[in-house]
C-alpha cells in the first residue's frame, strides 16, 4: 500500500524534475533568443546610463531636487 | 444573582481547553520570533497574532460570523489573497540579473529538488505508525520546498485546505530560518577555494528586455503548463506593471497599499488555521520535520548543481550561488553573499545570487503547477 | 407618447414622500456640520451624503442591490469595518500617558457609568407612551455614552441593527459635540482652586513598555472579557503593529489607506441607515435624548472619580481630566486643556489627560464586551 | 507511463481553440497598444492581460471558481467598481472652468448626440442578415459615444452585460484614439478665422461655489433623473470630498490608493470578458463600427453647437471647445488646445476647453440615467 | 418590424436629447444663480490668490519647503 | 412589567461598573508590574532621546535630509 504510493511518488519525483527542468530550460533559449533580437534591433544607447551615474555622485539627490534647491538657495540668498 | 452566574460564564477562564493553551503560546512564540529576532515580521506578526485570536473561547473568531473566518473564506479559500500578494512581489521583483544571465534558471531548477524529495519523504512517513499523508497532502507538504509563502498558501488551499495552518507556518519560519539553515550545507559542500570564484560584472540589461520577459514567461507558462497561470499570471502582470513605465500609479499602488492590507487579512486568515483541533495533531510534527529536510535538499540541489555548471560551462560560477535558488528572497542572496565575504573580502556575490533567487520563485511556481497539474 | 410618460413617471419629483424630504434634509444639515462646523468630518461627510442617497426615490441605492446596501451587507452585517477602523485606530494611539501612569484607567472605568445610567434610563423610557426599548435596543443605545464610534456601530449591529443609523448619528454627533457638552459640566463640579491643580510630568515610557501594553491587555480581556475579543484583539492588533517597529508598511498602510477606504465605505454604510421607515420614528427621539443625558453623565462620573482620587492619593490630579475618560479623543482631552489653561495659563494638561482619554477606548470597549456577554 | 499522458494532457498546446488565440493576440495587442503607443495604460494594461488570461485553455481563469472571473463578480455584476472609479474622478476632477462659465454645459449636452444617433445606427444595423440588437443591446452599445469609460461599463452591466467586454473596449480604445479621431472632423466643420477666436480669461472662482456645485448637481439629479443618482451621486460625492477641505485624507485615498486598486480589478474583470465566445461574433464588429461613428457625430455636434453659439451670444467662443463635450478627459481638451494654437500660437484654449469636457462628463451620466429610465 | 424599432429609437433620440438639454439648461441656470448669491453674499477676497504667485515665482516649491531648506543651509554654514 | 425591566436593567448597571472597574483595575496592577519588572531587566538609556532633541533644533528636518541638501548644496557651488 505505501510501496504502492512511494512509487508513484517517485514517478510524480522523476516527471517533476524533469518538467521542471524543461520548462526553465525553455526559458533560457527563449531567453537568450529574445535577448539576441532586442540588442540586435534596438541597440541600448549608453547616454541614460551615463546621467545616472553623474547622479548617484550627488548622493542619491534626483536632479529635478537639487534643481529646486538651487532655486531655493537662490531665493535664501536674496532675502539676505 | 443569575446575572453574576452569566458573567462568570461567559469569561474565558472557565471555558480554556490545553490545546487552545498551548496554541495561543504558539501564538506568543511566532509574535516573538517576529519582534526579537526579526523573522519575517510582515507575515509571522499577523499570524502570531491571528492565531491567539483563533483560539480565544467563546469569542468564536475564527468561526463562521467571525471576523477571521471572513478573510480566510473571502482570500484563501477562493485563492484571492496569495494571488494578489505574487501581484504585488512581481511589481517588486527586478529580473535584470537574470536576463543578463539566463542560465541561472538551471540553479532555480535544481533547487525544487527540495520539492520532490520532500513529496517522496512524506510518502515514506506513512510507514511510521499514527502518521497517514495522501498524496495530495504529501504534494502540499512538499511545496514548503519552494521556499515561497504565497506559492505553498496557493497550493495548500487547493489540495490540502486542513493542512494550511502548518503549511505556511512551516514556509515562513523556515524562510526565516535560511541564514542559519543554508551556511553549514553550503560549507559542507563546497571547498574554500570554489567559494573564492569571482564572476564577471553583468551586463546592462535594457529596458525593452525587462518588458518582454514577463510576456515571454507568460506565453511559455500557458503553452505548457496552463494550471500555473494563475500564480505565474498575477506575477507576470505586476512584473509588466513596473517595467513598461506607462502605469507607475498602478505598480506602486500593488507594490505598497495594496500588498499591505492583502498581507495584514492574509497573515489573520492563515493564523486562524492554527486553532488547537488542526494543528495539534502528529502531522503537523510530520510537516515541520519535513519542512526541514526539504529546505536542506533544496539548498544542496543547488549547491551542486552550480558546482556542476561551473565544471561545464566557460564562465565560472560560484556554488555559493547555487543555494540561492531555493528563492526565499532577498535573504538567500544575501547569504550567498555573505559565504563569498568570508572566503574572500572582496568577493561581492549579491547580485550574482539574485539571478538564481528570482529564478527559484518562478522555478517553485512550476513545481506547483506540475503538482496542481498531476494531484490535484 | 409613451415614452414621455415613462420619462415623467422615472422623474423623483412624483415620488417623494415626505419622509424622504426630511431625511434628505437631514443629510444636508449633517453635511454643513460637518463642513461648515468642522463636526466629526470623516465620518459625518459621508454619513451625511449616505443619508441623502439612501432616500432619493426610485434609485434604491440602500435596497438589496444597491451600492449603499452592499458596503452595508459587506462591512455592517459582519462587524467586518468596525473592526478595521479599530485596527486603525490602535496602530494610531499612543498609549505613552497611560503606562506612565496607569490608574488613570479607574477615570476611563468611571465615565461608563453614563453608559450603564442611561441603559436604566432607556427602560425607563418605556412608561412613556409610544417609546418602547427591548433590553438589546437600551444596551445598544446606551453605548452611545461611550463616546466612540465603532465601538457604538459594531454593538448596534449586534444587538439592534434597525436603531443602527440613528446611533451612530447620535454617537458621532455628540462626540463632535463635546466642547459644548462638557465644559459646564465640568465648571459646575470644580471649584476654581481644582482646575489649578498642576500635574507632575509624566516619565519617559521605554519602547519595551509600549510593545508589551497590547498583548497584556489582550491577555486580560481573553481570560476575563472573550466577548470583547473582536473589538479589543483588533486594537491590540493595530497597537502592536505601530510599536514594534519591524511592521512599519504595515502599520503605515493601517494608520491611512486602510481605514481611510473603510471609513468612506462605512460612512455610506452607516447612512444608508438614515432612510425614512428607519429613522423617523418616535425611538429617534428618544436616542438623541438619550445619548445627551449619557454623554452628560459621563462626563460628570468622570470629574468627580478625579476629585476623589485627587483625595486619597499622594499625587495631586486635577479633576479636569476625568472628563476625557468618556473618550473621544483626542477631543476631550483638548477640552480638559483649555479649561485647564483658562484657570492658570501655564497649566498644560494636554498629555496628562490623554491618560484618561484612551483609557475611555478601552473602557467602552470593555463595557460592550459585558453588553455582549451579558444582553447579547 | 500515465501520469506522463495526465502531463501532456495538462500542457496548454493540446487544448487552445484558434478563438482562444485570436483573443490572446487581441489581448497582445491591447497590451501593444498601451505600452507603445500609449493608450489609455491606465485601463488596457491590465484590460488586455486580463483578456489573455481568460483564454487560457485549463486555467479557467474567467470561470466561476477564477480570479477574474471573482473580480467580475465583485465588483462588475454589483456595479461597485464604475462607482468607486466615479468617486475618484469626482475627487480628481476641477469644476472650476465650468463654474466660471456655466453655458459650457451646452456644449456638454450637445455632444451627447453622439449617444443617441448611435442608438439610431445600431437598430438600423438590424437589417444587416446575421446582426441583430435588442433595443437594451443598441442602448449599451450608443453610450460608447459617452467617452467615460466607467458610464459605459456601468450601463452594459446593467443592460446588456454580454456585450460589456466589447464595449469597453471599444470605449477606452476610441477614448485613446481622440487624437486621430477628432482633428480632421474639427477642421472641417470650422474656418481658420473661427479657429483663430480668442476667449477671455476665465473668472476666479470662489471655494464656496466650488462647494455648493456637487450638491447642486446632485439635488437636480435626484429631482429629475433618480436612475442616474448612483452614477452622478459617487461623482459628487468625490468631488464633496475634494472641496470641502475637511476630509482631505480620505480625498486624496479615493484618488490614489482606491482608484489605483479598482483600475486592477476591474481592468482584469473586463478583460475576463474577452473570452473568444463571447467576443468573436459578428455584433462585435458592428459594436467597433457604432462606436467609431458615435464619437465622430459626438465631436461634430460639438463643434457645431460651438458655431451656433458664437453666433448667437454676446461673447465670442471658439468652435474648437465644442468637441471637448464629448468628454475624453482630459485628451479632448487637448485636442482643442493644440489646434487653437496650431491656428494661432499665441491662441491657449485649454483652460476653456475644460469647461465642456468635463461637462461632457455629467452629460453621458445624463444620458446613461435617461436609457437607464427608458429601457433598463 | 425593424422599421417599428427604428421608429422606437427615433422616438427615443428625440427624448433623449431634449431631456438631456433640458436637464443641462437647468443646471446652466441654477449655477448662475447659485454664483450670484455666492458672490453678493460672501464676496472673495484677493489676498489669498497673491499669496499663491509669490509661491509659484519660486520654481513651484513651497514656502514651508524653503524655510526647511534656509534653515538646513544656515545649519550646514554653521557646521563648516 | 417595566418596573422588573428596570430591576434588571439596575442589576445590569450594578454588574456592568463592578466589572469596568475590575477589569481594569487588574489591567492597573498588572501595567505596574508590568513597568517595573521592564524597568529593573531593561533599564533605558537616554541616548537615544538626545538625539532627537537636537534634530527638532533644525526645525523638525531629518538629518538624512539634511546630509542630502548638504550636499546639493556643495554640489550647486561648484557648478558656479
Ligand atoms: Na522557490
Ligand atoms: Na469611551
Ligand atoms: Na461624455
Keep these: 500500500m505505501v510501496a504502492d504510493l512511494l512509487f508513484e511518488a517517485a514517478g510524480l519525483m522523476l516527471i517533476g524534475m524533469v518538467s521542471v527542468f524543461t520548462f526553465l530550460f525553455l526559458l533560457v533559449v527563449l531567453l537568450q533568443l529574445m535577448s539576441k533580437t532586442i540588442q540586435r534591433y534596438f541597440p541600448v544607447k549608453q547616454t541614460e546610463k551615463s546621467s545616472h551615474v553623474s547622479t548617484t555622485a550627488a548622493g542619491g539627490v534626483s536632479p529635478t531636487i537639487i534643481a529646486a534647491i538651487s532655486a531655493a538657495v537662490h531665493q535664501y540668498r536674496q532675502k539676505q | ?376
Tied chains: 1, 5, 6.
Design chain 2, 1 to 376: 444573582m443569575e446575572a453574576i452566574q452569566t458573567l462568570i460564564d461567559s469569561t474565558g477562564l472557565v471555558h480554556f481547553s490545553l490545546g487552545q493553551i498551548i496554541m495561543m503560546l504558539v501564538g506568543v512564540l511566532l509574535l516573538f520570533l517576529a519582534i526579537a529576532k526579526g523573522f519575517e515580521p510582515l507575515l509571522l506578526v499577523p499570524i502570531g497574532f491571528g492565531a491567539i485570536l483563533t483560539n480565544v473561547p467563546l469569542a468564536g473568531m475564527g468561526e463562521p460570523g467571525g471576523v477571521l473566518y471572513l478573510f480566510y473564506d473571502m482570500g484563501i479559500t477562493s485563492g484571492l489573497f496569495p494571488l494578489l500578494i505574487f501581484l504585488g512581489v512581481g511589481a517588486l521583483t527586478d529580473f535584470s540579473a537574470l536576463i543578463a544571465n539566463p542560465r541561472m534558471l538551471f540553479l532555480g531548477a535544481a533547487a525544487q529538488f527540495g520539492i520532490f524529495a520532500t513529496l517522496l519523504g512524506a510518502i515514506a512517513l506513512n510507514w511510521v505508525p499514527g502518521l497517514s499523508f495522501t498524496m495530495k497532502e504529501a504534494s502540499a507538504i512538499a511545496i514548503i520546498g519552494g521556499a515561497d509563502g504565497p506559492t505553498a498558501i496557493f497550493l495548500a488551499s487547493r489540495l490540502a485546505p486542513d493542512l494550511l495552518g502548518a503549511i505556511a507556518v512551516a514556509a515562513y519560519s523556515y524562510m526565516a530560518l535560511v541564514p542559519l539553515i543554508q551556511p553549514p550545507i553550503m560549507r559542507a559542500l563546497t571547498t574554500p577555494a570554489e567559494r573564492k570564484i569571482q564572476m564577471t560584472q553583468l551586463r546592462v540589461v535594457s529596458k525593452r528586455e525587462k518588458i518582454v520577459f514577463p510576456l515571454l514567461l507568460l506565453v511559455l507558462t500557458i503553452l505548457l503548463l496552463p494550471t500555473a497561470t494563475p500564480l505565474i499570471g498575477m506575477f507576470c502582470l505586476g512584473n509588466l506593471m513596473k517595467e513598461c513605465g506607462v502605469v507607475d500609479r498602478l505598480s506602486k499602488t500593488a507594490q505598497n497599499e495594496l500588498i499591505n492590507i492583502v498581507t495584514i487579512f492574509l497573515g489573520l486568515a492563515v493564523g486562524s488555521r492554527l486553532s488547537a483541533d488542526k494543528f495539534l495533531t502528529t502531522q503537523t510534527l510530520g510537516i515541520l520535520m519535513l519542512g526541514m529536510v526539504a529546505f536542506a535538499i533544496g539548498t544542496a540541489a543547488g549547491v551542486l548543481m552550480a558546482k556542476f555548471m561551473n565544471k561545464v560551462s566557460k564562465q565560472s560560477i560560484n556554488p555559493l550561488i547555487g543555494s540561492a535558488g531555493v528563492s526565499a528572497v532577498p535573504m538567500a542572496a544575501r547569504v550567498s553573499n555573505k559565504l563569498g565575504l568570508e572566503a574572500d573580502p572582496h568577493n561581492f556575490l549579491l547580485m550574482h545570487a539574485m539571478g538564481p533567487n528570482v529564478a527559484g520563485v518562478i522555478g517553485s511556481a512550476v513545481a506547483a503547477g506540475i503538482l496542481l497539474a498531476l494531484v490535484g
